[in-house]
C-alpha cells in the first residue's frame, strides 16, 4: 500500500475519483461531481477512501466521524445501530436482542436532539420524534456519517440547519453498469436474512437500482439474572421479529447539465418487545407493527456560473400498531393504532458572490399529521416553515460560515387545547484555520443554538400528555482539532481529532412517575450542562510486505449534569450517561483474507436522576471478531460477537446477548 493520494491535501477531491462512499465534498458546496458510484466490487481501494474520509475530517469546521465503504462493512454490524456503536460522544439506547429498539443519543442531548437523514432528506417521526436504527441494515447502505452541530456545507435543506446533531445515513446509488450482489447471512437466535441488489443502466442518462431484504428471527437468547438471593440463567422470550425491506431508486441527467433523483422506500415489520426483567417477571407478549412508506424526488440545476438550486419533495407514511394483552381496561387489553403523514417540500438556492464568498437561502415546509383510535385523542396536525439564511467565506487555509435558521410552528388539535403557534430566531457560527502552511493541522470551533419542540407524545399522549410544554432551548459551544500526516515507511498515515464541548440546556423536557407508574407526566427540567471531550486516533501502517493494518481509538469523557436552581437531585449526572466510554477497532488484511478485532467500553451509569447506590450500573464490554475470505466474485464471512460471553444491560433489566455467532456469504453477478 503506497502512501495516501495526493489529493488528499489539495482541498477537494479528485475529479477522476469515482468513489461515492463519503459524503459530498463540503469544501465546494455542492454536489461532487464524481458522484457515479459504481458496484462496490469496482470500488477502490481502502486507501483511497481513507484519504477521502481525512480529507473531510481536515477541512470541517465542525466534528464529524464516518464510517463508509469495506471499514462499514467489516464492523460485525448488522444494522446502522451496531455501526454507530464505534463514534465517539454516542450512546446508544438498545432494548436487547435483534428485535430491541435501538436509538441513538449524542452528546447526551438526548434521542431527539438528533435529526436522522437518509439520502439527504430527515426521516420524520413528529409523534415521538426518535428514529429505530435497528431497522437500517447495512446491505444497502454506502456511508454513515455523524456531525455535531451540522454539515459543513450550507448549501442544503433548511431542516438540516434544525437539529443538535445529525446522522446522514447514504445508501448506494446507482451505476454506470449493469451489476448485482445477493447476500444471505444466518447465525445465532435463529436469524436468517438474505438481500438482493441490481443496478442498470436504463438509458443514456437514467440509471436505476433496486435493493429487497427480508429478516426472521425468534430472538431467543440466555442471560444471567440475578435478584440479590440467587443467580440464575433464564432465556430472554419475545424478543424474534420479521420485517422487509424493498427501495428502489432513479438517478437522471438532463441536457441541460441538471439532474434528479427519485427513490420509492417500504418496510414493514412484526416483533415482541422484550420486557424489563424485574420482580422475577421473565415471560411478555407485547407486539408492536411498524409500515413505513416514503417516496421522495430531488431536482438539482447550475443555473449561471454564481446561481444554482435544489429542490426536494417527500411524502410519508407511518402505522404503528401497538398491542398489550396483559392491560386491564374495559376491554381486557390495549391495541393502540397510530397513522401519522407528512408531505415536506424543500428549496435552498445558492450564490456565489466571490470566487471565496457564498450565500444559501434555503425554505422548508413539512405539515404532519396524526390519527389514532385512542379515547380523548387529540388528532393533532402541525405545519412548521423553515427558512435559512447561511454565508460561507473560505480559502485554502481558512473558512468562516454563520447561519440564522427562522422556525415557525402551528399547531391544530380537533378537541381540547393545542400547543398553539411558536416563532423562533436561532443562529449557529463555525470557523476552522490552519496556521502552518506545511502541516495538515486546523483548528476549528463552533456555536450552535437551537430549540427543540416537544412531540406529539409529548403534548397529548392520553394520561402523560401536557400541553403547557415549553421547547428545549440548547446553546453549543464546540472547540477543538484535527490533524493527519501521510509518511512513506511501514507507518502510512496517522489522523487525530479532539474536541472538547459545552452545552447549556433549558426546559429539558423528561417523564417523571406521577400518581403511579402506570401515570406519568411531562414536565421541563430548568437546566442542564453537558461537559465533555471527545477524541478520535486512526492510524494506517504495513508491519511486512503484503499485510496491512488499520488502527482506530475513540474515547469520550462526558460530564452532564442536572443544574435545576434548587432541585433535589442538583449535580447528579443524568441517568444513562457514563463518564467515560470508548472504543478501539484493528483489521489486518492480507491477499483475500480480512481479520478485523473490535472492543466497545462503557463505564459506570445511573439509571435515574438521583446517583445512588440502588441506581448505580456497572461498567460494561464486549469484544468482537470477524473472519473474511474473498473471492472473484463471491466472499465469505465468519462473526463471534460477544466474545467473552459478558453479561451486561444497556439499559437497566433490558439483558443483552451473550455470544453468538453470524456467518454471511455474498455473490455477485
Known amino acids: 500500500m503506497a502512501a495516501l493520494p495526493r489529493n488528499l491535501w489539495n482541498g477537494r477531491p479528485d475529479a477522476a475519483d469515482t468513489t461515492a462512499a463519503l459524503p459530498r465534498d463540503p469544501s465546494d458546496g455542492r454536489p461532487d461531481a464524481a458522484d457515479t458510484t459504481v458496484h462496490p466490487a ?7 477512501v481513507e484519504a477521502k474520509r481525512m480529507q473531510l475530517l481536515i477541512r470541517t469546521s465542525h466534528p464529524v466521524q464516518i464510517l463508509a465503504g469495506e471499514d ?30 435501538k436509538t441513538i443519543n449524542v452528546r447526551s442531548m438526548g434521542t431527539n436532539h438528533t435529526a436522522v437523514f437518509y439520502d439527504d432528506l430527515q426521516l420524520g417521526n413528529a409523534q415521538n420524534g426518535q428514529v429505530d436504527l435497528g431497522r437500517f441494515s447495512l446491505d444497502n447502505i454506502d456511508s454513515i456519517s455523524l456531525y455535531s452541530g451540522q454539515q459543513n456545507n450550507i448549501f442544503q435543506p433548511a431542516r438540516g440547519f434544525s437539529a443538535a446533531s ?14 448485482g450482489n445477493a447476500r444471505i447471512r444466518t447465525g445465532s437466535f435463529g436469524l436468517i436474512n438474505p438481500s438482493v441488489r441490481w443496478q442498470q443502466k436504463i438509458s443514456k442518462r437514467i440509471y436505476g437500482n433496486v435493493s429487497a431484504e427480508y429478516l426472521h428471527a425468534h430472538g431467543r437468547y440466555r442471560f444471567r439474572y440475578t435478584n440479590g438471593a440467587y443467580d440464575t440463567t433464564a432465556i430472554r422470550n419475545n424478543a424474534d421479529v420479521k420485517a ?31 420486557g424489563a426483567i424485574v420482580a422475577n417477571h421473565f415471560e411478555y407478549s407485547q407486539r408492536l407493527w411498524d409500515r413505513d412508506l416514503f417516496a421522495q424526488a430531488g431536482y438539482n440545476k447550475q443555473f449561471t456560473r454564481r446561481y444554482s438550486m435544489q429542490a426536494r419533495a417527500k411524502y410519508t407514511h407511518l402505522f404503528t400498531r401497538y398491542h398489550d394483552p396483559e392491560y386491564q381496561n374495559e376491554k381486557g387489553f390495549l391495541d393502540n393504532r397510530y397513522t401519522q403523514q407528512e408531505v415536506y417540500l424543500s428549496i435552498a438556492n445558492r450564490y456565489q458572490i466571490k470566487d471565496w464568498w457564498e450565500a444559501v437561502l ?48 402551528d399547531e391544530y388539535v380537533r378537541f381540547y387545547t393545542g400547543a398553539g403557534s411558536k416563532r423562533e430566531l436561532t443562529p449557529s457560527f463555525s470557523a476552522s484555520w490552519q496556521p502552518f502552511a506545511e502541516h495538515h493541522f486546523r483548528i476549528r470551533a463552533f456555536y450552535k443554538n437551537i430549540f427543540r419542540m416537544p412531540t406529539f407524545n409529548d403534548l397529548y399522549y392520553t394520561f402523560i400528555g401536557n400541553t403547557s410544554l415549553r421547547p428545549e432551548y440548547t446553546n453549543q459551544y ?8 501521510p509518511f512513506r515507511g511501514r507507518l502510512q498515515y496517522i489522523a487525530l ?36 471531550v471527545d477524541v478520535s486516533l486512526r492510524a494506517g501502517m504495513q508491519p511486512v510486505d503484503g499485510v496491512d493494518v488499520t488502527l482506530g481509538v475513540n474515547y469520550t469523557f462526558q460530564e452532564a449534569q442536572d443544574q435545576t436552581p434548587g432541585g433535589y437531585n442538583y449535580g447528579h449526572q443524568i441517568p444513562y450517561t457514563p463518564r467515560h466510554s470508548g472504543s478501539f477497532t484493528a483489521n489486518a488484511s492480507w491477499r483475500n483474507w480480512d481479520l478485523n478485532y473490535s472492543f466497545i467500553y462503557t463505564g459506570e451509569r445511573y439509571s435515574q436522576k438521583t446517583n445512588i447506590l440502588i441506581n448505580y450500573i456497572e461498567p ?4 468482537d471478531m470477524s473472519l473474511s475470505k474473498r473471492f472473484s466474485r463471491y466472499g465469505i464471512t465468519v462473526e463471534v460477537n460477544n466474545l467473552l460471553n459478558q453479561y451486561y444491560d444497556v439499559i437497566l433489566n433490558f439483558p443483552m446477548p451473550g455470544r453468538h455467532f453470524r456467518i454471511t456469504g455474498n455473490i455477485s453477478f
Open 42 to 48: 469496482r470500488d477502490l481501494k481502502g486507501i483511497t
Open 72 to 101: 462499514l462493512q467489516k464492523r460485525n454490524s448488522l444494522s446502522v445501530a451496531d455501526a454507530v456503536r464505534f463514534f465517539s460522544g454516542v450512546q446508544l439506547k438498545d432494548y436487547g436482542g435483534i428485535g430491541g429498539l
Open 166 to 179: 445529525a446522522l446522514y445515513i447514504t445508501s448506494r446509488q446507482p451505476g454506470d453498469s449493469a451489476y
Open 244 to 274: 422487509w425491506r424493498v427501495e428502489g431508486g432513479l438517478k437522471g441527467y438532463l441536457k441541460d447539465s441538471s439532474n434528479w433523483t427519485f427513490k420509492v422506500y417500504g418496510y414493514q415489520s412484526e416483533r415482541g418487545l422484550p
Open 362 to 409: 434555503s425554505m422548508d415546509f413539512i405539515a404532519n399529521k396524526l390519527d389514532a383510535n385512542i379515547y380523548r385523542f387529540s388528532y393533532p396536525v402541525r405545519y412548521t416553515t423553515l427558512v435559512a439564511l447561511a454565508s460561507r467565506i473560505y480559502s485554502e487555509r481558512f473558512e468562516m460560515q454563520g447561519s440564522l435558521l427562522g422556525t415557525m410552528v
Open 478 to 485: 464546540n472547540a477543538g482539532f484535527s490533524y493527519a500526516k
Open 497 to 532: 481529532q479532539a474536541d472538547a464541548y459545552y452545552n447549556n440546556v433549558k426546559d429539558k423536557i423528561v417523564a417523571v412517575p406521577a400518581a403511579n407508574l402506570f401515570r406519568w407526566t411531562m414536565m421541563n427540567l430548568d437546566k442542564v450542562v453537558i461537559k465533555g
Open 620 to 623: 460494561w464490554y464486549t469484544s
